[in-house]
């Protein structure tokens, strides 16, 4: 098992419980995402996962070790792409690296190879403000990959982009996890998106978010977009919506 | 259309964003309106004391002012060289002490409490009346000066330069750690280049005060410079050449304030003010 986290739970300072006990596993180089009502902790979740806030209880593994401090050994990307307006698109996507103490050279080289396949050749030396949003959204994955971490979370990356551009994104974004091979946890309100990409899917309940469904996704690899329009990718956009409806219902009745 | 979308989101072109141009036109458009502004203050000014006829030594016109200007040349220009290179000195010792005052209080709570509130008392400090006070300590050479300068205009280096430095994105910061930075690398990546733009805005504050601080400092501990050549005319009710003085020393004023306006852009082109 990659990442293992089990009975997660988080109570913040003010008495708010994001998280009442989540466990999820991501197998080496899976894909898998958690899909849930807004506010249901999923960002927490990931802040967590990440290294960047403790949880309240529960226990995480890395590679079958309970993993201590994770800070700095996950990959991460915020739903904002957060590229530094006083970088290049190139300056940002080496960040990681810099960090890391990779001399600029060999960053520098190590993201220019990389530059076709993320659709920025040409935007090298451009500002983030000169990029259209996909191409942020693909800066700041580029940004991800390049620091080089085995396990990858990213939070809401297509959540901005309009429709179209979206879908684009998402069949690109496979056809990269291909490539670099990494292991990938991807959080969505979209049900389609995470069918789509994923090869297991986690539907959360509103807060104190916990996992209520678990969802195989056997579908073939590789996939294309003209997957979305089949009967069997239809069956399963269901099986995970019911869940998600009678929650939303529950919410307004609530309300 | 759904062709161009698809086709940009996966790495097709987008033509970069065009710059502001400095075109003979763009240069006029910017100067002309305070060039006519201040022309026209000058004329209906002549007119005022043409017509009413108000004594030179009260309300001397624009042209009595040019005439002063013409006679003092020489004086003004030596004048002017002390006034400008204190200036220079004091607002350099501003500038280092603002920036390090910032990043003193802002690398730590427990400074920041300390340090903060006192900043804002050192403002309440009548400068004039202090003046003399340090002469006391320091004796009488550019020291004074120096420190009434630095004294003045430090604090919107230092007030600007804090909220900069408080104002970086906590989720860049977040994002930063995740992959790997440390205090120092956070500083250096993130809350630095983010305070530029902020230090720059208390600089152009600061250039103007620096102007304010050299003459207050000249009136008490100086025998030279445009302060104290003021206040000689002053005393002779020499009107038309206090206000030949004061011309210099706006140009001066003015002056450092546009060399701060290029060092800007110079230093964070990506920071872009107007457009």
Redo the contacts between chains.
Sequence with gaps: MKLAASGITKRFADGVEALGGVSIELREGEFCSIVGPSGCGKSTLL?IL???IEPSAGRIALDGEPAGRL??R?????Q?D?L???RTTLENAT??L???GVPRAKARAAALAEV?G??????EE??P????G??RQ?AALLRTFL?GRDVLLLDEPFGS??A??RE??RE?LLGIWDTHRKTILLVTHDVEEAVFLSDRVYVMSGRPGRVQATLEVPLARPRSLELTATAEFAQLRERLLAPLREEARAALGAA | M?AT??A???????E??PRAAATPRAIALRVAPPLCFGVAVVALWQLYVAVSGVRESIFPSPLEVARALGRDSGVLVSAGWTTLSEILLGYAVAIVVGVALAVAVSSSRLIERALYPWLVVSQMIPIPAIAPVVVLWTGFDIRPRLIVIALVSFFPIAVNTIDGLRAT?A??V????????GRR?LFR??RL?TA?PYLFSGLRVAAALAVIGAVFAEWVGASSGLGYLILSYSSQTETADVFAAIAVLAVIGVALFALVGIAERLL?P??QLED
């Design positions: 802040a990440a290294g960047l800070l700095g996950i990959g991460y990307m915020p904002r957060l530094m307006q006083w960040v990681g810099e960090l890391a076709p993320f659709g920025l050749a040409g935007f451009h500002r403000s000169s990029l259209s996909g191409m693909r620091a982009l309009d179209l551009t684009a994104m690109w | 759904n979308r698809l940009l989101a996966l790495g097709g072109r987008l970069p964003r994105d989720e860049l977040g994002l930063l750690r995740t992959l790997g930075a690398q990546v993130a280049p530029l964070i990506w920071w």
